[in-house]
């Protein structure tokens, strides 16, 4: 158990709707991340909050959008879902921002039909 | 940009030493990772070596980094059941951009 949490676990909607994703990083940790992975893109790296800031972004669409909390939990909106928005979404922690190891949460698998 | 490159599937026999092999383009990293995914399972971070040493051993797991070659093996002897899993490299590059994840490994271990 790497000790950040995400819910759901699954995710089932239909296309043109909108979800949000949650994650509870580990106790301590400022930054957390967010990773999509599918079987055609393998892992990508969508975003990186930092105690409350953007500091990175990777290959997020804009019909995604993320946030950290002042408690530091954060959330992934993915909206006018797409079927290939099908995937696993993951949640990483670390305790700085930069080269940091992450610890990644167990995932929410998100089916868009 | 940064790519990670890795071959998709090794098998090996029980018991046997399996070795992993990775590439990769952005030598500005400070650590270089190795992560273990099993089936149905979130990332699990299994080890990391420090940009400035070519091995590190922890328990089963050998690591060793070529940076002339930007080469990078994770080596776990006496391999067993346990271990079939994914296994990906990961490259932070200069830490700004998060992962940069290989397409992962998926050992198999036979009997």
């Known amino acids: 158990d790497s000790g950040v949490t995400q819910t759901p676990k699954h995710l089932i909607t239909a296309t043109g709707q909108r979800v949000t994703l949650r994650c509870s990083p580990r106790?301590?940790?400022?930054?957390v991340y967010w990773y999509q992975q599918s079987l055609d893109q393998g892992l990508q790296f969508l975003i990186q909050?930092?105690?409350?800031?953007?500091?990175a972004k990777g290959n997020i669409l804009e019909r995604f959008s993320a946030q950290q909390f002042p408690d530091l939990h954060s959330e992934l909106n993915l909206s006018s879902l797409e079927l290939g928005d099908s995937a696993l979404y993951f949640c990483?922690?670390?305790?700085?921002?930069?080269?940091?190891?992450?610890?990644f949460g167990p995932g929410t698998r998100l089916t868009v039909t | 940009g940064e790519d990670v490159e890795q071959s998709l599937f090794l098998s090996v026999r029980e018991g046997d030493s399996s070795v992993i092999n990775c590439t990769y383009t952005d030598s500005s990293s400070t650590y270089l990772y190795w992560y273990k995914q099993e089936p149905g399972a979130g990332l699990q971070l299994l080890t990391y070596?420090?940009?400035?040493?070519d091995m590190k051993q922890d328990q089963r797991l050998t690591v060793l980094l070529n940076k002339k070659d930007k080469h990078l093996s994770l080596r776990i002897a006496d391999t067993q059941t346990g271990d079939s899993a994914i296994y990906f490299c990961a490259d932070p590059g200069g830490g700004a951009d998060g992962l940069t994840f290989g397409k992962g490994t998926h050992l198999i271990i036979q009997p």
């Open positions: 990483a922690s670390s305790v700085g921002d930069g080269d940091y190891e992450q610890y």
């Open positions: 106790s301590g940790d400022l930054s």
């Open positions: 070596i420090f940009s400035n040493m």
């Open positions: 909050y930092y105690n409350g800031e953007e500091r």
